[in-house]
């Protein structure tokens, strides 16, 4: 079996992670990614950035990165793959400063590591070094590393199909186990409530004042007792729903002052389960309670508060069937290498979520990242380099 450098791929999984590249803000990262590609032999002709970034309705400083490798050997007319990953961290990773400690890669600086997901980048472009290096049969491939994953999945929402070539198939790099296989994961709204209440003098007339935290606080409430909060169970269904940002208007404080009664207050959260009506019906719930809660909420005149509830989908719920050929394929790469395949579901949104809604079954491997999204967060090395063989493996297999 062929070998994997390991130090290479380290070395650059050292680089990606010191370039700074949250959501949205990808354009550095992605210049770095694609100087990485053509420093290891991949013309610069099958380097591109598509156009996704015009597509997404939040700024995105950049497109998604695709590269293309032609076939070579015996399998140069095989199926076209894609292999994927995404380039940008959460906000948290800005400053982090990494450093190899031991098989670890560890973080100098209080902020999160970025290993969500320069592992995987790191994982494609050695891929790319070796197929090159190696001269191996392999069939035609498609990188794919897309912008935006982490405010929900939108580069890979908005690519192009017709700028992948024709895949049948992916590959995705994007967690903790390079053994473990995700062959689904969950979906989710993500929902926005704007409160208006009534302003009045807290101190001499709080009674004609309609209070739009109030409103927000018996809704909370309500729904929590209703079982809406948290881990959602009811009967066999499952699902997971939270109150995230909760403010005022142009980004400031929900109210003015204390001794004013809050006229406005603005709310988002989110609803997921892997049963697309369920969490439909829990996105439902919040918005039933935040109605309810405007009517009963009234001042001395009898007046009440108003809601304006909105809600979209931010990504379908999915699950490929063990026997889907990308799972068999999965499976069968991971046990060439003498390991042991583990078929699991996610309950996070995967870029593989929109890649096999749009009609290319996607399955998800790990690559050594650990408590992402803190500034706990490390990289496993072993894991890593499991990945980086497990690409090659995936790529070379007959």
């Known amino acids: 079996m062929h070998k994997v450098d390991t130090d290479a791929a380290l070395s650059r999984l050292m680089r990606f992670l010191a370039v700074e590249g949250v959501t949205g803000k990808e354009a550095r990262i992605g210049k770095e990614l694609a100087a990485a590609f053509r420093e290891v032999g991949v013309p610069a002709k099958a380097i591109r950035f598509d156009e996704a970034h015009k597509r997404i309705p939040l700024p995105t400083e950049s497109g998604n990165l695709i590269v293309d490798l032609p076939g070579k050997g015996a399998l140069k007319s095989a199926d076209r793959l894609l292999f994927m990953t995404h380039m940008d961290t959460v906000p948290l990773c800005a400053g982090a400063q990494p450093k190899k400690q031991g098989r670890k890669i560890v973080n100098a600086a209080k902020t999160a590591l970025g290993g969500d997901n320069r592992t995987g980048c790191a994982v494609l472009v050695s891929l790319a070094a070796e197929l090159i290096a190696s001269k191996a049969d392999h069939p035609p491939l498609t990188m794919l590393i897309t912008v935006r994953e982490e405010s929900g999945l939108w580069g890979a929402r908005h690519v192009n199909l017709d700028e992948l070539g024709g895949v049948k198939m992916g590959f995705n790099f994007d967690g903790r186990k390079a053994t473990g296989i995700v062959i689904g994961a969950v979906g989710a709204d993500r929902w926005e409530v704007e409160i208006f209440g009534r302003a009045s003098h807290a101190g001499t007339a709080p009674e004609r004042g309609i209070s739009a935290t109030m409103i927000l606080a018996e809704a909370l409430a309500s729904a929590r007792a209703d079982g809406w909060f948290g ?68 001042n001395s005149e009898g007046k009440t508060g108003k809601v304006k509830f909105t809600s ?18 999965a499976v069968a790469a991971i046990k060439a290498m003498g390991l042991a395949p583990e078929i699991r579901t996610a309950n996070g949104g995967l870029d593989a979520n929109w890649l096999t809604r749009h009609g290319v079954p996607t399955v998800t491997f790990g690559a050594g990242q650990h408590e992402a999204h803190t500034i706990d967060e490390w990289i496993d090395l072993d894991e890593f380099d499991t990945a980086c063989q497990l690409a090659f493996q995936l790529a070379t297999a007959t």
């Open 312 to 329: 979209r989908t931010d990504y379908f719920p999915f699950l490929l069937k063990e026997n889907a050929p990308v799972v068999k394929q």
């Open 231 to 298: 881990k959602v169970l009811k009967g066999d269904k499952a699902g997971t729903s939270n109150i995230g940002p909760v403010g005022g208007t142009g980004g400031r404080t929900a109210g003015d002052a204390t001794n004013v009664v809050t006229d406005y207050v603005h709310a988002a959260g989110e609803s997921r389960s892997h049963d697309l009506k369920f969490f439909r019906e829990i996105t439902a719930a919040y918005k039933e309670a935040f109605t309810a809660a405007a009517a009963k909420v009234a």
